[in-house]
Protein backbone atom coordinates (compact mmCIF):
# COMPACT_ATOMS: atom_id res chain seq x y z
CA UNK A 1 0.00 0.00 0.00
CA UNK A 2 0.92 3.98 -0.59
CA UNK A 3 2.72 5.19 2.60
CA UNK A 4 0.43 8.30 3.87
CA UNK A 5 1.29 11.69 3.45
CA UNK A 6 1.97 13.67 6.21
CA UNK A 7 0.80 17.19 5.94
CA UNK A 8 2.15 20.02 8.28
CA UNK A 9 -0.63 22.96 8.14
CA UNK A 10 0.64 26.82 8.68
CA UNK A 11 4.07 25.07 10.35
CA UNK A 12 6.07 28.02 12.00
CA UNK A 13 9.81 26.83 12.82
CA UNK A 14 12.11 25.46 10.21
CA UNK A 15 13.53 23.46 13.26
CA UNK A 16 10.09 21.93 13.82
CA UNK A 17 9.28 20.43 10.43
CA UNK A 18 13.30 18.59 10.41
CA UNK A 19 12.05 17.52 13.85
CA UNK A 20 8.81 16.28 12.06
CA UNK A 21 10.62 14.91 8.72
CA UNK A 22 13.32 12.97 10.70
CA UNK A 23 10.23 11.64 12.91
CA UNK A 24 8.64 10.52 9.46
CA UNK A 25 12.13 8.93 8.02
CA UNK A 26 12.07 7.09 11.27
CA UNK A 27 9.56 4.99 9.89
CA UNK A 28 9.82 5.15 6.21
CA UNK A 29 7.68 8.04 5.61
CA UNK A 30 8.94 10.39 2.95
CA UNK A 31 5.64 12.43 1.62
CA UNK A 32 6.17 15.55 3.17
CA UNK A 33 3.27 18.25 2.34
CA UNK A 34 3.51 21.76 4.42
CA UNK A 35 0.38 24.29 3.51
CA UNK A 36 1.61 27.81 4.09
CA UNK A 37 4.58 27.47 6.04
CA UNK A 38 5.55 30.80 8.37
CA UNK A 39 9.20 31.31 7.03
CA UNK A 40 8.59 29.98 3.90
CA UNK A 41 10.29 27.25 2.13
CA UNK A 42 13.11 26.00 1.53
CA UNK A 43 14.20 26.94 5.08
CA UNK A 44 17.63 26.81 6.57
CA UNK A 45 16.78 25.82 9.63
CA UNK A 46 14.98 22.47 8.93
CA UNK A 47 18.33 20.67 7.85
CA UNK A 48 20.25 20.10 10.99
CA UNK A 49 17.18 19.42 12.69
CA UNK A 50 16.22 16.92 10.71
CA UNK A 51 19.77 14.97 11.48
CA UNK A 52 20.11 13.08 8.07
CA UNK A 53 16.61 12.82 7.01
CA UNK A 54 17.69 14.83 3.73
CA UNK A 55 15.61 12.77 1.64
CA UNK A 56 12.45 13.97 3.13
CA UNK A 57 13.37 17.51 2.91
CA UNK A 58 14.35 17.58 -0.34
CA UNK A 59 10.84 16.04 -1.38
CA UNK A 60 9.08 18.20 0.57
CA UNK A 61 6.13 20.05 -1.64
CA UNK A 62 4.32 23.21 -0.57
CA UNK A 63 0.76 24.48 -1.65
CA UNK A 64 -1.36 27.33 -0.75
CA UNK A 65 -4.33 25.24 1.00
CA UNK A 66 -5.03 22.10 2.76
CA UNK A 67 -7.65 21.28 0.10
CA UNK A 68 -5.00 21.47 -2.65
CA UNK A 69 -2.29 19.69 -0.39
CA UNK A 70 -4.79 16.53 -0.16
CA UNK A 71 -6.52 16.55 -3.50
CA UNK A 72 -5.06 13.25 -4.84
CA UNK A 73 -5.51 11.40 -1.43
CA UNK A 74 -8.29 9.20 -0.72
CA UNK A 75 -8.71 9.70 2.86
CA UNK A 76 -7.65 12.63 5.47
CA UNK A 77 -7.13 12.51 8.89
CA UNK A 78 -7.20 15.37 11.00
CA UNK A 79 -4.96 14.95 14.17
CA UNK A 80 -6.83 17.34 16.78
CA UNK A 81 -8.86 16.87 20.24
CA UNK A 82 -12.79 17.11 19.32
CA UNK A 83 -13.93 20.20 17.27
CA UNK A 84 -16.54 22.15 18.83
CA UNK A 85 -19.45 22.04 15.94
CA UNK A 86 -17.67 19.30 13.66
CA UNK A 87 -18.89 15.67 13.81
CA UNK A 88 -16.56 13.42 12.59
CA UNK A 89 -15.71 9.79 13.53
CA UNK A 90 -12.66 9.66 16.10
CA UNK A 91 -9.96 7.26 16.52
CA UNK A 92 -6.72 6.13 18.36
CA UNK A 93 -3.48 6.44 16.30
CA UNK A 94 -3.50 2.68 16.11
CA UNK A 95 -7.19 2.32 14.97
CA UNK A 96 -6.35 5.00 12.28
CA UNK A 97 -3.08 2.84 11.56
CA UNK A 98 -5.40 -0.02 10.83
CA UNK A 99 -7.96 1.74 9.00
CA UNK A 100 -5.05 3.12 6.70
CA UNK A 101 -3.90 -0.15 6.10
CA UNK A 102 -6.87 -2.08 5.37
CA UNK A 103 -8.30 0.79 3.20
CA UNK A 104 -7.04 0.95 -0.46
CA UNK A 105 -5.76 4.68 -1.48
CA UNK A 106 -3.21 6.78 -0.23
CA UNK A 107 -3.66 8.59 2.72
CA UNK A 108 -3.40 12.30 4.05
CA UNK A 109 -2.79 13.48 8.01
CA UNK A 110 -3.09 16.75 9.07
CA UNK A 111 -1.06 18.37 11.66
CA UNK A 112 -1.87 21.77 12.49
CA UNK A 113 0.53 24.76 13.63
CA UNK A 114 2.44 24.46 16.85
CA UNK A 115 0.83 27.40 19.09
CA UNK A 116 -2.94 26.64 17.34
CA UNK A 117 -3.36 23.53 15.86
CA UNK A 118 -5.86 23.19 13.19
CA UNK A 119 -8.75 25.54 12.62
CA UNK A 120 -12.56 24.13 12.59
CA UNK A 121 -12.39 24.49 8.75
CA UNK A 122 -9.54 22.84 8.28
CA UNK A 123 -10.59 19.76 10.02
CA UNK A 124 -13.88 19.76 8.64
CA UNK A 125 -12.02 18.81 5.51
CA UNK A 126 -10.87 15.57 6.94
CA UNK A 127 -12.90 12.87 6.99
CA UNK A 128 -11.70 11.49 10.38
CA UNK A 129 -10.41 12.66 13.28
CA UNK A 130 -7.08 11.15 15.02
CA UNK A 131 -7.12 11.91 18.73
CA UNK A 132 -4.20 10.51 21.14
CA UNK A 133 -5.27 9.05 24.51
CA UNK A 134 -3.22 10.70 26.73
CA UNK A 135 -2.48 12.58 29.59
CA UNK A 136 -5.81 14.88 29.99
CA UNK A 137 -4.30 17.22 32.46
CA UNK A 138 -1.22 17.62 30.20
CA UNK A 139 -2.36 17.10 26.64
CA UNK A 140 0.59 18.77 25.20
CA UNK A 141 2.46 17.32 22.29
CA UNK A 142 5.28 19.31 20.37
CA UNK A 143 4.78 18.84 16.59
CA UNK A 144 7.62 15.97 15.92
CA UNK A 145 6.09 13.86 19.01
CA UNK A 146 2.60 14.22 17.31
CA UNK A 147 3.93 13.15 14.25
CA UNK A 148 6.02 10.19 15.21
CA UNK A 149 2.71 8.65 17.41
CA UNK A 150 1.15 8.34 14.17
CA UNK A 151 4.19 6.96 12.00
CA UNK A 152 4.91 4.99 14.45
CA UNK A 153 1.63 2.90 14.47
CA UNK A 154 1.20 2.79 11.20
CA UNK A 155 4.93 1.33 10.55
CA UNK A 156 2.92 -1.51 13.02
CA UNK A 157 0.35 -1.58 10.54
CA UNK A 158 1.50 -4.21 8.32
CA UNK A 159 0.50 -6.91 11.32
CA UNK A 160 -2.66 -5.45 12.40
CA UNK A 161 -4.03 -5.59 8.17
CA UNK A 162 -6.83 -7.90 7.44
CA UNK A 163 -7.17 -8.15 3.87
CA UNK A 164 -11.11 -7.46 2.88
CA UNK A 165 -13.49 -10.60 1.89
CA UNK A 166 -14.83 -8.92 -0.66
CA UNK A 167 -13.08 -6.86 -3.56
CA UNK A 168 -14.15 -2.86 -3.38
CA UNK A 169 -14.35 -0.09 -5.20
CA UNK A 170 -11.51 2.20 -3.98
CA UNK A 171 -12.70 5.83 -1.85
CA UNK A 172 -12.84 9.09 -4.32
CA UNK A 173 -9.36 11.12 -4.28
CA UNK A 174 -10.42 14.26 -2.10
CA UNK A 175 -10.33 16.22 -4.95
CA UNK A 176 -13.06 14.66 -6.60
CA UNK A 177 -15.15 15.20 -3.19
CA UNK A 178 -14.10 18.29 -3.26
CA UNK A 179 -15.77 19.36 -6.81
CA UNK A 180 -19.12 17.41 -5.67
CA UNK A 181 -19.55 19.35 -2.80
CA UNK A 182 -18.35 22.92 -4.40
CA UNK A 183 -20.97 21.62 -7.06
CA UNK A 184 -23.90 21.06 -5.11
CA UNK A 185 -22.64 24.74 -3.10
CA UNK A 186 -23.43 26.22 -6.00
CA UNK A 187 -26.57 25.49 -6.65
CA UNK A 188 -28.01 25.87 -2.94
CA UNK A 189 -26.68 29.12 -2.97
CA UNK A 190 -28.39 29.84 -6.42
CA UNK A 191 -31.89 28.18 -4.95
CA UNK A 192 -31.08 30.53 -1.78
CA UNK A 193 -31.11 27.41 0.62
CA UNK A 194 -28.43 29.36 3.05
CA UNK A 195 -30.61 31.34 4.99
CA UNK A 196 -30.37 33.12 7.66
CA UNK A 197 -26.92 34.68 7.24
CA UNK A 198 -25.55 34.04 11.07
CA UNK A 199 -25.93 30.27 10.36
CA UNK A 200 -24.32 29.82 6.80
CA UNK A 201 -21.03 29.05 7.89
CA UNK A 202 -22.86 26.27 10.66
CA UNK A 203 -24.89 24.76 7.76
CA UNK A 204 -22.09 24.76 5.39
CA UNK A 205 -19.71 22.97 7.74
CA UNK A 206 -22.75 20.64 8.72
CA UNK A 207 -23.44 19.42 4.70
CA UNK A 208 -19.65 18.89 4.66
CA UNK A 209 -19.33 17.08 7.57
CA UNK A 210 -22.10 14.74 6.08
CA UNK A 211 -20.26 14.28 2.39
CA UNK A 212 -17.27 13.79 3.62
CA UNK A 213 -18.10 10.53 5.80
CA UNK A 214 -15.33 7.57 4.99
CA UNK A 215 -16.19 5.41 1.72
CA UNK A 216 -17.40 7.57 -0.61
CA UNK A 217 -16.22 6.54 -4.60
CA UNK A 218 -15.62 7.98 -7.80
CA UNK A 219 -18.46 6.14 -9.18
CA UNK A 220 -20.62 7.19 -6.53
CA UNK A 221 -19.41 10.83 -6.34
CA UNK A 222 -19.85 10.52 -10.38
CA UNK A 223 -23.44 9.32 -9.82
CA UNK A 224 -24.39 11.82 -7.83
CA UNK A 225 -22.53 14.69 -9.26
CA UNK A 226 -24.79 13.09 -12.55
CA UNK A 227 -27.78 13.82 -9.83
CA UNK A 228 -27.11 17.54 -9.44
CA UNK A 229 -26.09 18.54 -12.89
CA UNK A 230 -29.70 16.97 -13.97
CA UNK A 231 -31.85 19.11 -11.19
CA UNK A 232 -29.62 22.30 -12.70
CA UNK A 233 -30.54 21.49 -15.66
CA UNK A 234 -33.30 19.45 -16.52
CA UNK A 235 -33.61 17.66 -19.77
CA UNK A 236 -36.21 18.82 -21.79
CA UNK A 237 -39.38 16.68 -22.34
Same mark, same amino acid.
Given at each position: ????????????????? &????????? #???????????????????????? @? /? +????? *? =???? #?? @????????????????? =?? =????????????????????? /?????? #? &? +??RSGLETDEVALARTIITAPINPEFGSLNLAQAVILVAYEWSEGATLAIPTETEIAP???? *?????????????? *??AGFYYPPDRVATTKRTLRTLLTKPGWSSQEVRTLRGVLSALEKPRAR
Open positions: MTPPAIVLVRPQLGENI &GKAARAMLN #FALTDLRLVAPRDGWPNPAAGPAA @S /G +ADVVL *E =RARV #FE @SVAEAVADCAHVYATTV =RK =RGVTKPVLTPEAAARAMWEAP /GQAAVL #F &G +AEPAPQ *EELEGMIGQLDAML *EG
